[in-house]
């Protein structure tokens, strides 16, 4: 099989027709590169690369003669002069700086069809929807943007769909089949889905600036005392968030993170965040834990996936990369 290569084509767009010989009697005869020509120009590129035909003999392993021969066949096949070489060392010409860069982009493309086409003989293909709770990207502990970097490596292929959630949405859609998986801490569990650990998340009980208690030691704070204070609840753990408090409602409900850190930030109310998050906030003064020997928790972080994901290439392979990146951390 061949394929025509627009390098030629470049060449005659920048130089004129006078800079491209003929081929085979046609001067204007499109180039097809054949196994033989991406030969010479990978020794093309390498002598390039290591600045001179003396300097490729290594990595080559030939002789500067052979070298010479497979540079002067390939300028005889393109029908341009690439370099000078002799006594005053290795020089690329116009032509040959311009042939240099349309390899790269050649070898840069091959080498991207058969990253995607061993994608496809793996069956490391598809789309794979991954769900996710808000704003894990500030924990350390999240080994998510590596395990993704190590499945576009293992899948070139793949589309890759992220999905941010509340954990009780997440599976819901992962039963319904719309997500392959998702990454959270779940209040409940839901039937029909397997569960894998990955990490603790500390979540801590926080007070804002300007609250009644952000300036009274942690010594004199009791459940008592919090309790007669506004407390906010998350819609999908309120009850864990108020049942130490001993209250029948939160004063107030948020779905996400950002909601939560707004009402505490606001002076006016408390509640839990994770410490990463927390983690700039009360560097700069603005919120504080308090009694974390008695409020803080370990909020555990879980892979939720349907129980044939071991039967499903894609997303088992991720399971295994959020697996094994979890573990180095």
């Known amino acids: ?121 793996s069956n490391l293909a598809g789309t794979l929807t991954v769900g996710m709770v808000d704003n894990i990207i500030s924990d350390s502990r999240s080994a998510l943007a590596e395990a993704v970097g190590k499945l576009v490596d293992a899948a070139p292929s793949v589309s890759l769909v ?38 603790d998340e500390l979540q801590n009980f926080y ?26 609840g998350r819609s999908y753990w309120a009850a864990r968030d108020i049942k130490i408090f001993a209250i029948s409602n939160p004063h107030a409900t948020v779905s996400n993170m950002e909601a939560e850190a707004f009402l505490i930030l606001s002076g006016n109310y408390l509640g839990y965040l994770p410490d990463h998050y927390a983690d700039s906030f009360q560097k700069a003064g603005r919120i504080r834990p308090i009694r974390p020997d008695l409020f803080s928790y370990k909020a555990k972080f879980q892979i939720a996936t349907s129980e044939d994901w071991m039967d499903r290439p894609l997303t088992k392979t991720f399971v295994q990369f959020l697996e094994a990146c979890s573990a180095n951390r």
């Open 207 to 232: 007070c804002g600036r300007g609250h009644p208690l952000f300036d009274v030691p942690d010594d004199e704070i009791t459940i008592d005392v919090v309790r007669v204070h506004r407390i906010i």
């Open 162 to 199: 992220l999905e941010t959630r509340p954990p009780g949405e997440l599976l819901r859609d992962i039963v319904a089949r719309k997500l392959d998986l998702g990454i959270g801490s779940f209040p409940r569990m839901a039937l029909g889905l397997s569960y894998i650990d990955l990490y």
């Open 1 to 121: 099989m061949s394929y025509t290569s627009d390098g030629a084509d470049k060449l005659d767009a920048r130089y004129g027709d006078h800079d491209l010989r003929k081929f085979d009697g046609n001067p204007r005869q499109s180039f097809s590169v054949d196994n033989v020509d991406i030969r010479l120009m990978r020794i093309f590129m390498r002598v390039v690369e290591a600045g001179g035909l003396s300097a490729a003999q290594s990595d080559l392993n030939l002789s500067l003669s052979t070298i010479s021969e497979k540079i002067t066949a390939l300028e005889q096949r393109l029908g341009v002069s690439l370099c000078k070489r002799g006594r005053r060392g290795f020089i690329l010409t116009e032509h040959g700086r311009l042939v240099f860069e349309e390899c790269q982009r050649l070898f840069g493309s091959l080498d991207q069809f058969g990253r995607k086409v061993s994608g496809l003989r």
